[in-house]
């Protein structure tokens, strides 16, 4: 007979996934977004809807390895030199938001008549941003690569830096009956042990990530890959954790430790349906959370404190990313995804009421104003984006990537062509800088782990940040031969040395390639169509040798006669008006086949 408590958590695990199967569509073909959709399944099956979930912290506490598994994908994208070229962000920026806004919200609360800890308290719990509604944003809207995304991500680091300062801040601020109870370590040994525990973390990914996954691979045990995968991950997370820093930070290390690993792509595709997966049921979890029977008795306090916070935050954060050099467009964007609350304020506030720094009148009220303020703001995202940001959207082209990393091969291009060559290279180990004009299709590739840049290569500054002044190949797979001819002679004219292989759209265009300075040309379709006559000559009952021979000798004729139709090549005359260029064509076509009938009438 079946156990009873397994029964209900079988049953608990269904109820789960059907609301988000049944909800979460809905909304999203109304456009309302997959967040928003799992906060209301969530707030539907939770304890203030249909009661089927009573324990709503316990599925947020879970759901925040989605969270974690997040932070390690993108911890993934990001070698370690590109994450100390977001250093002065990070610091910089990070630091100078997440400050003023602490002062900005402390003052707000004390206007509503709190005393200067508890305004503190609650300033501090609300300027921490949501890293699952942030990262879920930017992820659905193809940012993470974005230098709007980056520099959203590098506050986001920060504030999980800052874990450690605010609880022992907690603890300083509790009354002296609270301190003589409290056990927490000195806040420089808490220092200590966080900073050892990163350089464990570090020690350990140099030198230990590697050599377990080659000796798992070694095994061609699917499963044992993803077990290893997991274990790096959730233990990262739980020795930060351990050390008084947060699960994320811990994850986002190990991704970037791996960075430069042969197994990245792999571990990317082993990962990727539990982060989804954990990160739905933690929005399940806090619409679950949102207590509507105490925001309705205390409604008028509440609505008024998450507006007045999240318009305070939001201010600061314009004005900041302003003062830091975005745009008006970036900056508003910035303000209206990350002004709520996060998850770290719970853990916050429920520190701070133990010790009887606040009370718990005042960690329901603060707990209610950051879960509404996560709740409200995927609507004002789409209320931004429908009704606000086009107001500011300039009409020109989106901007260039901002490309940091540099590697010996520049691929331009990830078109039908350009895949094909993308495949063979990283086949062979070798992994280039894409750069792609295509938004659907970088966000596409993606998906397989196929990470490109967006961009105009036609503008000098994309390819002189991509490296293209010290790059050993540059390979042009556009499918505009105007742009092809162009980026070939810039590339050339900076770059002697480099060996460039050039998409041609014809054979006049392979002459237009050489001369501005390409080393090989490859028609898009000349070898296409020779293996097709190939296979014709073959079904016609050629022998295959022959056919081989043929092959080859008319390539090597061809490429001979577009050497010879250089010679007489008149740009200023239309393709059939040059009469030397057409003569050429024509003697050309005779002469191979003679050889070819040579070769069919001569005997085996």
């Known amino acids: 007979m079946a156990d009873v408590g397994s029964t209900n958590q079988l049953v608990s695990v269904v109820t789960l996934l059907g609301a988000a199967i049944l909800v979460v569509p809905f909304f999203k073909k109304i456009g309302l977004g997959a967040v928003l959709g799992y906060l209301a399944a969530g707030l539907i099956i939770g304890p203030f809807g249909l009661q089927l979930f009573n324990d709503p912290q316990s599925i947020i506490h879970l759901a925040e390895l989605g969270v974690v598994m997040f932070l390690f994908l993108i911890g993934l994208e990001m070698q370690p030199k590109h994450l100390w070229g977001l250093r002065k962000y990070i610091f910089g920026m990070g630091s100078l938001q997440i400050l003023v806004a602490i002062v900005f919200l402390t003052s707000l609360g004390m206007l509503y008549g709190a005393s200067w800890q508890v305004a503190f308290i609650a300033g501090s719990g609300f300027v921490l941003t949501s890293t699952a509604v942030v990262m879920q944003t930017l992820s659905d809207r193809g940012e993470m690569t974005s230098d709007r995304g980056k520099r959203i991500i590098a506050v986001l680091l920060f504030e999980d830096l800052l874990i450690v300062p605010l609880l022992a801040v907690v603890s300083f601020l509790a009354p002296e009956s609270s301190q003589v109870l409290n056990t927490q370590a000195p806040f420089w040994q808490s220092i200590a042990i966080a900073i050892g525990a990163l350089a464990l973390l570090i020690v350990a990914g140099i030198w230990g990530f590697n050599p377990l996954f080659r000796i798992s691979a070694q095994t061609k045990i699917r499963e044992l890959m993803t077990a290893v995968a997991l274990f790096v991950v959730l233990g990262s997370a739980l020795l930060m954790e351990a050390s008084g820093l947060s699960l994320a930070i811990g994850a986002f290390i190990a991704g970037v430790l791996l960075s430069n690993s042969s197994f990245r792509h792999q571990l990317e595709v082993d990962i990727d349906p539990f982060k989804g997966l954990l990160l739905g049921l933690f929005f399940l979890g806090v619409g679950m959370s949102l207590d509507l029977v105490y925001v309705f008795e205390h409604w008028l306090l509440i609505i008024g404190g998450v ?298």
Do not use: W
Request: with cysteine; glycine share 6%.
């Open 307 to 604: 507006f007045a916070m999240m318009l305070m935050k939001g201010l600061v954060i314009y004005v900041v990313a302003r003062l830091t050099g975005s745009n008006q467009e970036d900056s508003l964007d910035r303000a209206v995804v990350m002004a709520q609350g996060g998850e770290f304020a719970f853990v916050l506030f429920s520190t701070a009421a133990l010790q009887n720094v606040i009370s718990a009148e005042m960690q329901a009220n603060m707990t209610a104003i950051v879960v509404l303020s996560m709740v409200l703001t995927p609507v004002f995202i789409i209320l931004h984006q429908k009704f606000i940001a086009p107001r500011f959207h300039k009409q020109d082209k989106r901007p260039n990537d901002p490309i940091d990393e540099q590697n010996e091969i520049i691929l331009i291009g990830l078109g039908r062509f350009g895949q094909v060559i993308n495949r063979l290279l990283r086949s062979c180990g070798f992994n280039p800088t894409i750069i792609e004009y295509d938004v659907a299709l970088i966000g596409q590739m993606k998906k397989l782990g196929i990470k490109s840049y967006f961009g105009d290569a036609t503008h000098p500054d994309l390819l002189k940040r991509a490296g293209i002044d010290t790059a050993k190949l540059l390979i042009v797979a556009l499918d505009n031969p105007n742009k092809i001819t162009q980026i070939v002679k810039h590339v050339r004219s900076i770059n002697p040395h480099i060996q460039i292989i050039a998409r041609a759209y014809d054979r006049f265009h392979v002459i237009e390639l050489t001369r501005a300075g390409s080393n090989i040309e490859v028609r898009e379709t000349f070898d296409s169509a020779l293996r097709a006559g190939k296979q014709a000559l073959q079904a016609l009952g050629i022998d295959r040798d022959k056919v081989h021979e043929i092959g080859n000798e008319f390539f090597g004729r061809n490429r001979h006669g577009v050497k010879l139709m250089a010679e007489t090549y008149d740009p200023s005359l239309r393709q059939f008006e040059n009469e030397k260029m057409l003569q050429v064509i024509i003697e050309e076509d005779q002469e191979t086949m003679m050889v070819i009938q040579q070769i069919l009438q001569r005997e085996r």
